[in-house]
């Protein structure tokens, strides 16, 4: 589970579940972010955020994130290429511009499939795939994503039953920011900590 978010519980949970909770920074987050080197975290590039909001995507916040990240000598999992929300051709360009420069910083790259896309157009060298795209498109294709490649990663995943199918397709990984929109609200976190330990049937009585 992926998340921009740093309360006293999500720490807890870096400590007591390593590998299975971590951040997913974009470039508006990267900067107002305190770093701890015991939280994982992975990159983002904030197109589906400008998307919603209707705003035009900046290169030169994605590009300082990447360059800020490198000079203070953080790991990051995998840095997702800058992609275009639901268009098949344009996150393809994007992926032929920027994926040469993401790539010699030396991380994983993360490709966004979007509407319209199947196993033979992701990008011979993506070593990620990130599932993105409108939300029926997404859930009706994750189940091909996951047959078709090792390293999956799902977005916009806020319920349970989800995360648990994302679990059972062999999904690396999740994000979801609707988990913490309200703070530490307990039967949330206690839907996710049941996942973390495993415990599938007190999640469902949990529910």
């Given amino acids: 589970m992926l998340a921009n978010h740093s309360s006293a519980t999500f720490h807890h949970w870096a400590g007591k579940y390593p590998g299975k909770v971590g951040w997913l920074v974009g470039p508006s987050a990267s900067r107002k972010t305190k770093w701890y080197p015991w939280v994982p975290f992975a990159m983002d590039n904030d197109a589906f955020g400008a998307w919603t909001n209707g705003t035009e995507w900046s290169e030169s916040a994605w590009m300082k994130m990447l360059n800020d990240t490198r000079s203070n000598r953080r790991d990051a999992k995998w840095v997702l290429v800058p992609d275009v929300v639901a268009d098949k051709q344009g996150t393809l360009e994007r992926w032929d ?71 059972d397709l062999g999904a690396e990984s999740v994000d979801g920011t609707g988990w913490f929109r309200d703070g530490e609200q307990q039967s949330r976190m206690t839907k996710l900590e049941n996942y973390f330990e495993g415990k599938r049937q007190m999640e469902l009585l949990a529910a």
């Fill in 97 to 167: 511009r920027y994926a040469p420069t993401a790539r010699q910083y030396g991380w994983d790259l993360a490709f966004a499939v979007q509407d319209g896309m199947g196993p033979g157009d992701v990008p011979t060298d993506a070593d990620v795939i990130f599932v993105g795209g409108t939300t029926e498109w997404k859930w009706s294709t994750v189940p091909m994503w996951c047959e078709h490649f090792s390293r999956v990663h799902v977005g916009r995943v806020n319920t349970m039953d989800r995360v648990w199918r994302c679990h």
